[in-house]
């Protein structure tokens, strides 16, 4: 595959912000690095509660 283009963004690394969803308060499980514990089905400790997106650490 041959992409073109005229911009090129890079992102190397990424800063979570979990800290600033109190997730404590909702008994929702974070690992070391303070990415949202997950599922095979992206499910949250929680029943009900999904992490989506760059919160998971997939």
């Given amino acids: 595959m041959i992409l073109q283009g005229s911009h090129l963004l890079v992102a190397v690394d990424r800063a979570l912000t979990t800290d600033a ?13 303070g990415f949202i514990l997950i599922s095979d089905r992206l499910e949250t400790t929680i029943p009900g509660i999904w992490a989506l997106g760059d919160i ?3």
């Fill in 21 to 33: 969803l109190n997730l404590a308060a909702a008994d929702v499980a974070i690992d070391e690095r």
């Fill in 56 to 58: 998971n650490p997939r």
